[in-house]
């Protein structure tokens, strides 16, 4: 996945849980966890056995799943890294890939990170760390400065769509953060290129210090 993304085929992801053979449960799990954040996700298997979109960054040649060392290139501990990723520049990923484990190490670059269910902070010096991850949970991280949009999820896009939206901030250090969201009718073709969608950026800042008169 992240090979096609740095080759500019963004619309990439595997058959979950596995297309030949028969899977084990926990490894589906844990795979169907991980392929909620492919950028083309499909439940999918061969006729025998049991068993999306694109961000319109890609059109400007942003990855959606990106490498680590994309954003921290002067990081060489991240050069390595195929078992985490980032979606987008702010949502680290760090996925369990092996079976009988409930914790997963990841590697977390300098800098202030967020637990994205708790909002516990992480100060890191870039450092290995490692997490808990029972069966039902994938850890996500937000890095600071981000501003994502949320929707509750349903069955179909239909559905989800029209929930209310809520934005999630991991503020930096100086209190500010940015973010954006693309948003079309999720049916029309080349929304992009017809110009028949809205783009809205999220800004938050600091307010100053009121000064005494």
């Given at each position: 996945?992240?090979?096609?993304?740095?080759l500019g085929v963004?619309?990439?992801?595997?058959?979950?849980?596995?297309?030949?053979?028969?899977?084990?449960?926990?490894?589906?799990?844990?795979?169907?966890?991980?392929?909620?954040?492919?950028?083309?996700?499909?439940?999918?298997?061969?006729?025998?056995?049991?068993?999306?979109?694109?961000?319109?960054?890609?059109?400007?040649?942003?990855?959606?799943?990106?490498?680590?060392?994309?954003?921290?290139?002067?990081?060489?501990?991240?050069?390595?890294?195929?078992?985490?990723?980032?979606?987008?520049?702010?949502?680290?990923?760090?996925?369990?890939?092996?079976?009988?484990?409930?914790?997963?190490?990841?590697?977390?670059?300098?800098?202030?990170?967020?637990?994205?269910?708790?909002?516990?902070?992480?100060?890191?010096?870039?450092?290995?760390?490692?997490?808990?991850?029972?069966?039902?949970?994938?850890?996500?991280?937000?890095?600071?400065?981000?501003?994502?949009?949320?929707?509750?999820?349903?069955?179909?896009?239909?559905?989800?769509?029209?929930?209310?939206?809520?934005?999630?901030s991991s503020l930096?250090?100086?209190?500010?953060?940015?973010?954006?969201?693309?948003?079309?009718?999720?049916?029309?073709?080349?929304?992009?290129?017809?110009?028949?969608?809205?783009?809205?950026?999220?800004?938050?800042?600091?307010?100053?210090?009121?000064?005494?008169?």
């Amino acid at each position: 996945m992240l090979t096609f993304n740095l080759l500019g085929v963004p619309l990439v992801g595997a058959d979950i849980c596995g297309f030949s053979e028969q899977t084990e449960e926990e490894l589906c799990v844990r795979w169907t966890q991980l392929g909620a954040f492919y950028p083309f996700t499909r439940n999918h298997n061969s006729i025998d056995q049991k068993c999306s979109t694109v961000p319109p960054r890609a059109h400007t040649g942003h990855t959606v799943a990106r490498p680590l060392l994309f954003e921290f290139p002067k990081d060489v501990r991240t050069y390595g890294i195929d078992r985490q990723f980032l979606w987008g520049k702010s949502l680290m990923v760090t996925p369990v890939l092996d079976p009988g484990v409930d914790y997963v190490v990841g590697y977390f670059p300098q800098g202030l990170w967020y637990d994205y269910y708790t909002g516990d902070s992480i100060r890191s010096k870039g450092e290995e760390l490692r997490l808990k991850a029972p069966l039902e949970h994938i850890n996500l991280h937000l890095r600071e400065g981000a501003v994502i949009p949320t929707q509750r999820p349903n069955t179909t896009l239909f559905v989800s769509s029209g929930q209310p939206l809520h934005l999630v901030s991991s503020l930096s250090e100086d209190g500010s953060a940015g973010g954006e969201l693309f948003w079309d009718d999720g049916e029309s073709i080349d929304t992009f290129e017809t110009d028949q969608y809205a783009h809205v950026v999220f800004t938050v800042v600091k307010p100053a210090a009121k000064r005494d008169s």
